[in-house]
């Protein structure tokens, strides 16, 4: 690589230490670090408020929050946990991270605008939470907000809930277009889109559904607010509007994000599989073409949330075929990662205890996904508990287990520290125990007929809900050892040397914690990230002085 200017290798001006967390930093690998600490935040501000959710549903009777209240912290969970926590960080955190690295770039395409996308979260999301306070009452009407329920809520929290949900959906897309500029225009020289990391493929995937479908839910979300706030009629069927168009609408944004969530999470545990399995990641090329298959089924497949919202008979079939078929490139996905396991040196460490809770919950997730795409047994179980548990299998037993996996994995790149193995295992079974004691009952309640997004329910449901409370409890829990690691660690973490794995893939092939401009020097070219057992490593000497 021919540098004109030498002077573009030297490290930016930069605050130094701890403080340049808390500036607007160019640097990629800040920005990461900036996503998943606020995400943590939001992440434990959205477990509180499930801890509320959780404590009302101890009993059949609103004796612990008003069934408004009950609403209002209803709302404020899902919408805090999707836009605040997940998407945040399983896009901007791994993203900003790990993809300049594997394309061979010394920052994102866009290093400006990746600064805005981050610093517009937090103040969305204490907008959001702050909604309370600013308004009189939060949104009431769910993280939907369907009309015309959050047409007759006070309007002034829903406001506010639009707004925040807005900046939002404008750092998604800000970031989106990040990412598809570094994977396309920044790959190092010779350096083949087939010889990617899979994380790259998963972000480039995410990335397509974000800017294809996000623009609708800001433009349906607008239109809304002119319902509320200058009395339109778009959705208001007082006046004409027509509520089911915007369920078409939302859905065409919202279950996208299902994948905008997940994509990124196969992403991660395809790359941390092959390191601990020490075994090349099996059938890469095939793994490309799903998540390319998934991405273009995932815009096709939304009316399927719509199954009682007198959806006529052909659109029914249709969308019930497409998100059958969407089972498929999923299906490849996990004999893919199966196959990967089978016969390797297996690492039962935190990273693989998670990678493997991510595929048991997921593969369950999946099943009950396939059973609600079926119309006949979707219209049974519409609107109840047994969505909630399907919902929650994807999106925490799928993503969140992911997060937690990476985390442990990339966590001495990130600081040249080890966590603790014995505190990450028992997070690991605190949390598998307790997730899915608290989701797993969900499904009986729903198949009996307990409606979601009540605060009262059928004295006949108590013992399973109580069941379920108490998992919350134990997951709760289960944040201590994880809280413990990271500051234990980070005052007295065993030193973990640049490539603690012995993996492969190029962020590894450079110091732990990585420089400014991410290598001293060239940065390597790595054709093969997953050559366990027939490919050398690139020697770590090459990439430095």
Request: glycine letters at 8%; proline letters at 7%; aromatic letters at 14%.
């Amino acid at each position: 690589m021919t540098v004109a200017d030498p002077s573009a290798l030297e490290p930016r001006l930069q605050p130094s230490g701890w403080l340049r967390y808390f500036s607007f930093s160019l640097d990629h690998k800040v920005i990461g670090l900036q996503y998943l600490v606020c995400g943590f935040f939001f992440y434990l501000v959205g477990g509180a408020l499930a801890g509320v959710i959780r404590t009302e549903l101890v009993s059949p009777i609103a004796d612990f929050v008003s069934r408004d209240t009950y609403n209002e912290v209803l709302t404020l969970h899902g919408t805090v946990m999707i836009f605040l926590w997940i998407v945040p960080v399983v896009n901007g955190a791994f993203g900003n991270y790990l993809i300049p690295f594997y394309v061979g770039a010394r920052d994102m395409a866009f290093p400006r605008l990746n600064a805005v996308a981050f610093w517009m979260i937090p103040p969305a999301g204490l907008l959001l939470i702050s909604s309370y306070l600013l308004a009189g009452a939060a949104a009431q009407s769910g993280w939907t907000a369907y009309p015309p329920l959050s047409l007759t809520t006070p309007a002034a929290g829903q406001v506010v809930w639009i707004l925040s949900v807005l900046l939002l959906g404008g750092s998604s897309i800000f970031g989106a277009v990040n990412f598809i500029a570094t994977v396309l225009k920044l790959r190092r020289p010779g350096l083949k889109m087939m010889q990617l990391p899979m994380y790259c493929w998963a972000m480039l995937g995410t990335s397509l559904l974000v800017v294809l479908s996000t623009p609708v839910l800001a433009g349906v979300l607008i239109l809304l607010s002119f319902d509320i706030i200058a009395h339109t009629g778009f959705f208001n069927p007082e006046l004409g509007g027509n509520v089911v168009v915007y369920q078409h609408l939302f859905w065409f944004y919202s279950h996208p994000a299902v994948y905008i969530m997940v994509l990124p999470a196969f992403g991660l545990v395809s790359e941390i599989l092959p390191v601990h399995a020490r075994k090349p990641l099996f059938g890469y090329t095939t793994m490309v073409y799903s998540i390319m298959g998934i991405v273009f089924l995932g815009l096709i497949v939304w009316a399927h949330h719509m199954f009682t919202s007198g959806t006529p008979p052909w659109m029914r079939l249709f969308f019930t075929i497409a998100t059958s078929f969407i089972a498929v490139p999923t299906g490849i996905k996990f004999f893919n990662w199966l196959a990967t396991l089978w016969g390797g040196k297996i690492a039962l460490n935190s990273a693989m205890l998670f990678s493997c809770g991510f595929i048991l919950n997921f593969v369950f997730g999946g099943i009950t996904g396939i059973t609600l795409a079926q119309v006949p047994f979707d219209i049974h179980v519409h609107d109840t508990y047994y969505v909630v548990g399907h919902f929650h299998y994807i999106v925490y037993g799928g993503t969140v287990f992911v997060i937690f996996a990476a985390l442990y994995h990339w966590y001495p790149k990130f600081t040249g520290r080890l966590l603790n193995e014995d505190l990450g295992r028992l997070h690991f079974l605190l949390t598998f125990i307790g997730f899915n004691l608290c989701f797993l009952p969900q499904h009986w309640l729903g198949l009996n007929g307990m409606p979601r997004r009540v605060a009262e329910y059928d004295p006949a449901f108590t013992t399973l809900n109580q069941v379920s409370s108490v998992g919350a409890l134990i997951m709760a829990v289960s944040t201590l050892p994880l809280l413990l690691n990271v500051v234990v660690t980070a005052l007295r973490g065993q030193p973990a040397g640049d490539n603690p794995w012995n993996a492969l893939t190029p962020e590894w092939l450079t110091s732990s914690p990585p420089p400014v401009e991410n290598w001293h020097g060239e940065a390597p070219l790595v054709a093969e990230p997953y050559g366990y057992g027939h490919a050398p490593a690139p020697a770590l000497a090459e990439t430095r002085p």
